[in-house]
């Protein structure tokens, strides 16, 4: 039986496929004492020990302190002040974290989906939590991908941009693994899942992501001016005790002028309306309707805006997460409305593939008529190209449009000026597809040419995901106020540099290989591309 070796995991939730799919219903029980429930667990805590845990931290000690020491120097309503405002902010924090969980909690039930899983031989609906290591799932256009998997037959072209950034589908074969969360674009396949929930490289990332709270930057500073305080004021207390004792000073009087100089070393409106100012802030964030922020921790409200540096993922962030045509080249006697016309007709709306939506909408735009379609051959992976018979000119054609260098090879007619404006507009950094045509054969699963042989390059597609219409006057206006923002993406140097030109953003282009060789070198970049979600962390703590 053919095996297909996937990472195991410590926590369990991983395991060794193979080739024949589906468990047996007797061994979901076994199963799911082992590995649990498809799912990243929520951490369910009390709510009345998460509000006393809000009394334990540097600014809650701080007024704490202010507490003690203005109750037992005879300030009595000060004291009582202090406390009330300490409580009061406790009771905010805790409030708005539980409205921010109640919040998600609803959203995730709203979004609950099925799988279509193999059990006992027989094809059936199950909710998606309820999948487990070994079990076969159908997998088809437009679905999201609910565990990680490993191919067990079909292709897909599969959206990655939910876990690298990067926004042109990856194609994957038999054999190949395919992770959760990402989105099928086209294609059909079963797979078997060989992780759920946490140890899914999306669960493993957001367990990441969840331990990587920095220190908080105002308690940093809040403490460091009153550690100066009050090392001055000990000094001086020791001075006073030592004055004192010498002139025989009654010591009640002493006591007084040193708690009055501890007193001084601590600024009391400073933490307790720092304080209030964040709970009002996380209110006024949270209180704005449908653009309304979850504060689920205060610390956050002040963290936003003390940052200097703000890393954005491109996809869908700073891009609108669709391809579209940003250029076209054409050859000898074809036009542009001939070039689009033919990859539009070697396509299938049906299929809800990225780039041919992309190019049959420029078609429709242009309002290029699109030549009759005869047959049809689908994305192959093994080729990298669609195929399809079209009349065209007043005779059957067949038309090929996909990878430029295999479409490219061999005698193909106007090769030599393709390859040129083929690495002008790569250097763009642009998806690009060649188009071309056969005369003299048929569509053939392998992609054999016509019995002439004779085939011509017509053009050239170049696609990209456009920028965001607001999003480099976001960033300059975040530049003006100090603050830096790096762009983090999945796609390779040339684009992550081309978009970066389009937003404004300059500075040195990185990869996380180059960030583990100079850690310093994070100071200067203003792009990190090919990166993974495992990845961030690391460039958070680099930049931290």
Request: charged residues 20%; contains cysteine.
């Amino acid at each position: 039986m053919d095996v297909i070796q996937q990472p195991a995991a410590e926590s369990g939730g991983v395991l060794e496929i193979s080739a024949a799919p589906g468990i047996a219903s007797i061994d979901v029980a076994a199963r799911r004492a082992q590995y649990g429930y498809n799912e990243l667990p929520a951490p369910r805590e009390n709510l009345f020990l998460i509000y006393l845990r809000n009394f334990w931290g540097p600014l809650p000690w701080l007024m704490e302190l202010l507490v003690v020491i203005t109750y037992f120097s005879g300030q009595l309503p000060e004291s009582a002040i202090i406390a009330v405002l300490l409580f009061l902010n406790s009771a905010i924090s805790i409030w708005l974290r539980h409205s921010a969980d109640a919040a998600l909690a609803a959203l995730t039930k709203r979004l609950s989906v099925s799988a279509r899983v193999r059990r006992d031989g027989v094809w059936q609906t199950v909710p998606t939590r309820e999948l487990l290591p070994g079990d076969a799932i159908r997998l088809r256009t437009g679905d999201v991908i609910p565990a990680d998997a490993s191919i067990v037959d079909g292709d897909l072209s599969v959206d990655l941009s939910t876990l690298t950034g990067e926004s042109l589908p990856q194609d994957a074969a038999s054999g190949a693994p395919v992770y959760s969360g990402s989105v099928i674009r086209r294609g059909e396949a079963t797979a078997q899942v060989s992780a759920i929930g946490r140890a899914t490289r999306y669960g493993k990332t957001t367990e990441l992501l969840e331990t990587a709270h920095p220190p908080t930057h105002m308690e940093r500073i809040i403490f460091a001016v009153i550690r100066y305080f009050f090392i001055v004021n000990i000094a001086l207390a020791a001075a006073l005790i030592v004055f004192g004792a010498a002139v025989r000073i009654p010591a009640g009087d002493t006591a007084d002028m040193v708690i009055v100089l501890l007193l001084g070393s601590v600024p009391i409106a400073f933490p307790t309306m720092f304080a209030v100012a964040q709970s009002y802030g996380a209110l006024q964030l949270g209180g704005g309707g449908a653009d309304g922020v979850l504060v689920r921790r205060l610390a956050a409200v002040q963290e936003c805006a003390t940052m200097d540096v703000l890393c954005s993922d491109k996809t869908g962030t700073l891009t609108g997460n669709r391809m579209e045509v940003a250029a076209v080249t054409h050859y000898g006697h074809a036009g542009e409305a001939d070039v689009l016309g033919l990859a539009a007709a070697c396509g299938d709306a049906a299929d809800n593939d990225s780039i041919d939506d992309a190019i049959i909408r420029r078609a429709r735009e242009r309002s290029v008529p699109i030549p009759e379609q005869k047959s049809f051959l689908p994305f192959n992976p093994a080729t990298k190209r669609d195929e399809a018979d079209v009349v065209w000119g007043g005779e059957v054609v067949h038309v090929l449009s996909g990878f430029p260098e295999l479409i490219l090879e061999g005698n193909t007619a106007n090769a030599a000026a393709a390859r040129e404006d083929l690495a002008r507009l790569s250097a763009d950094g642009l998806r690009v597809l060649a188009v071309a045509v056969e005369r003299g054969g048929g569509a053939t699963a392998g992609g054999d040419r016509g019995a002439s042989g004779a085939r011509e390059c017509l053009g050239l597609i170049g696609l990209a995901d456009p920028v965001l219409p607001d999003a480099p006057r976001l960033i300059e206006d975040l530049r003006a106020a100090g603050v830096r923002v790096i762009m983090i993406t999945g796609d390779g140097r040339a684009t992550a540099r081309a978009v970066a030109n389009r937003l404004g953003l300059d500075g040195a282009v990185m990869t996380p290989a180059d960030l583990k060789a100079d850690p310093g070198a994070a100071i200067s970049s203003s792009v990190f591309a090919e990166t993974y979600p495992e990845d961030k962390l690391g460039i958070i703590r680099a930049l931290q």
